[in-house]
């Protein structure tokens, strides 16, 4: 791998970490797309998985008193058993599905608020919460909007919204670290992945990233937070879709 591909990916760490410890969702999205530039698709899964199970891992730490429990328990229950339906059809997608998914999943985040009526808090919808985000993780690489459509409509405080989604995210990624961890190691390809040194210094560039987010975070009205959430993650997802249709039309 190229020196300029790995000090690209501990910018990227550094960046989308911040970027979701600010909004909760739009690093991981960014992270993805950015991997998959330089990587090829299963090491680019496996490699989200780790950086951003630390960046959510260490956010859900530094605002632990924030986490609802209740939620992040069903959330992994399903979790758990979106993985293992997943991992039964063995499938990877190409890079243009890659970006063609990452440009859609955005979208979702202008569904209207009055077609669906869900609400984390209910356990029902947290474990549906689990089944849907994991599963949709675990085939586009992130799933961000989704998991916000499930707390739109809850009465937490943008400080629990990002606590709570940042703990059930771990579950996520864990999914998506062993899904596609396993047929990497076990075919003798981990050389597809960067060397261990760049992981090294990505996971402390990470947790301070999402420090630097929380900071930020403090500074943030409630309204500006939602606001600036949803036309994010649209440019983001406009970009990618303009990075499936050139891989489409060159071929790839």
Do not use: C
């Amino acid at each position: 791998m190229p020196l300029i591909s790995m000090l690209f990916i501990l910018v990227a760490a550094f960046a989308t970490a911040t970027l979701s410890g600010v909004f909760g969702m739009a690093g991981g999205l960014v992270l993805m797309g950015a991997l998959a530039l330089v990587l090829p698709v299963s090491a680019a899964f496996v490699a989200h998985g780790v950086l951003q199970l630390v960046a959510n891992g260490w956010r859900a730490i530094l605002h632990r008193r924030h986490v609802r429990w209740a939620i992040v328990g069903w959330y992994a229950l399903a979790s758990l058993i979106a993985a293992g339906l997943v991992s039964l059809l063995a499938f990877t997608p190409s890079k243009p599905l890659l970006f063609l998914l990452l440009g859609l999943v955005p979208g979702l985040t202008w569904l209207p608020q009055t077609w669906l009526k869900l609400d984390a808090a209910r356990p029902p919808q947290a474990f549906a919460s689990g089944f849907l985000v994991t599963g949709l993780n675990l085939l586009a690489g992130v799933a961000g909007p989704l998991l916000d459509i499930f707390f739109v409509r809850t009465e937490l405080t943008r400080h629990a919204i990002v606590a709570t989604k940042a703990a059930t995210q771990v579950f996520a990624h864990l999914a998506k670290i062993v899904v596609y961890g396993a047929p990497l190691l076990i075919g003798a390809r981990e050389a597809a992945l960067p060397p261990l040194w760049v992981f090294a210094l990505a996971v402390p560039l990470s947790m301070t990233g999402t420090y630097v987010g929380g900071l930020i975070l403090e500074r943030m009205s409630d309204v500006n937070f939602k606001r600036w959430t949803r036309w994010i993650v649209t440019a983001v997802g406009l970009f990618y879709l303009a990075q499936a249709a050139q891989l489409v039309l060159a071929g790839r």
